[in-house]
Nanobody, 117 residues
C-alpha cells in the first residue's frame, strides 16, 4: 500500500506562482511514476504532469512552459512548480503514483488551487 500526502495549494492571483509537494510512503517499488492530475468543477479529472523514476516526463500542452515537475527518488517526493498561473488552472490537484511492479495506481487526497484576482 502507498500513502500520498500533498501540500502547497492555496489562493493566488493570475500570473502568480505556487509549488505543490507530494510525499509517498509505504511499500514503494521501482520503477514507478509520480505526478499530478487535476479536476476543475464540472469537469473530468485530467493529467497535468508525470515523471518516472527513469526520468521519463509527460507534461500536457496547456501547462508546458509554465509548470515544471521534479522528483527525488531517494526520499520519494515529487513537486510541481506552477508559474504564470491562469484562472483556467483553478482545480483540485491530486498527487498520483503508479507502481509498475504491482500494476496499481494510488491517489492523494487532493489540494485546492484557486487562481483569482
Amino acid at each position: 500500500q502507498v500513502q500520498l500526502v500533498e501540500s502547497g495549494g492555496g489562493l493566488v492571483q493570475p500570473g502568480g506562482s505556487l509549488r505543490l509537494s507530494c510525499a509517498a510512503s509505504g511499500t514503494l517499488y521501482k520503477p514507478n511514476v509520480m505526478g499530478w492530475y487535476r479536476q476543475a468543477p464540472g469537469k473530468e479529472r485530467e493529467l497535468v504532469a508525470t515523471l518516472s523514476t527513469r526520468g521519463t516526463e509527460n507534461l500536457v500542452d496547456p501547462v508546458r512552459g509554465r509548470f515544471y515537475i521534479y522528483r527525488n527518488n531517494i526520499d520519494n517526493t515529487a513537486s510541481l512548480q506552477m508559474n504564470n498561473l491562469k484562472a483556467d488552472d483553478t482545480a483540485v490537484y491530486y498527487c498520483y503514483f503508479w507502481d509498475n511492479t504491482i500494476r496499481r495506481e494510488f491517489w492523494g487526497q487532493g489540494t485546492q488551487v484557486t487562481v483569482s484576482s
